[in-house]
């Protein structure tokens, strides 16, 4: 409100001014005398017309700043609940990875990027015996710990996702056989080292079985998962706990 005063008397003494300056050059040129009462009325009415006529208008455009001001933040935070929202539809409710949804989506923007790549299965081991002897919310404890250890043994650029109940899956991106075959291999060791001990139980072994299916030319992403899950069914009929690359042909165990 101050500074509101402060340009509206500014505003009222260059009227003021410009008025001396009108009535000392004008009236003269014309022949005319300026009295006592032509200063007079020469100061105040520049004075009663411009100081409220400029406080209004700078006080209106104050109005309008602020509003222009809280709209452009409510936009603003408006634009990150949605951008939060979006991600959190992406997501997996409780591990936090990418859902089945946005984890194929992904996959088929890939593919039309680069051939290279192998995508990974994986199924946790033996999951029913924890639900069924230990109950559901521990089954979901195990879920965390299990998506956290694929996470950490993957890279800042691959894809890892829930496909549902105790799969996962994790696409490699450009990636040889090999690197793949390094990091699948580390997800396996990963799962297997972490201590998830249940209150009265003790420790509870978590493993995994992993199949893998290696990126053909022109394959699509439906290819790719019906030939990764026939390779982690062969991982899970060979004795669980190992990564298969090629069919019968176990990578780890």
């Known amino acids: 409100m101050q500074r509101i005063f402060l340009k509206s008397s500014l505003v009222a003494i260059g009227s003021v001014a410009a008025s ?104 946790a081991d033996h999951f029913k015996k924890i639900n069924d002897g230990f109950g559901h919310l521990v089954g979901d404890e195990a879920l965390l710990a299990i998506a956290a250890a694929i996470v950490r043994a993957v890279r800042g650029r691959d894809i890892v996702g829930r496909i549902g109940g105790e799969e996962f899956a994790a696409f490699v991106t450009d990636a040889t056989e090999h690197e793949a075959a390094t990091i699948a291999e580390q997800i396996r060791r990963e799962v297997e080292t972490v201590r998830f001990e249940v209150s009265g139980a003790g420790r509870i072994p978590l493993t995994v079985s992993i199949g893998a299916a290696i990126c053909a030319e022109e394959a699509s992403v439906s290819d790719l998962m019906r030939a990764a899950d026939r390779r982690l069914y062969t991982a899970k009929r060979a004795g669980r706990n190992r990564v298969i690359f090629d069919e019968g042909l176990p990578a780890a165990a």
């Open 20 to 123: 001396l300056l009108i009535v000392v050059t004008v009236i003269p040129a014309l022949g005319g005398v300026v009295d006592g009462n032509a200063w007079l009325m020469t100061v105040l009415c520049p004075l009663a017309i411009s100081w409220p006529a400029s406080a209004f208008t700078f006080w209106q455009a104050d109005r309008l700043g602020r509003a222009h001001r809280a709209l452009s933040l409510a936009h603003a935070e408006l634009a990150d609940a949605h951008r939060q929202l979006s991600e959190r539809a992406r997501r997996d409710a409780m591990t936090g990875l990418l859902n089945r949804e946005s984890l194929f989506a992904e996959l088929d923007g890939t593919r039309g990027r680069s051939d290279r790549g192998v995508l990974l299965l994986i199924d």
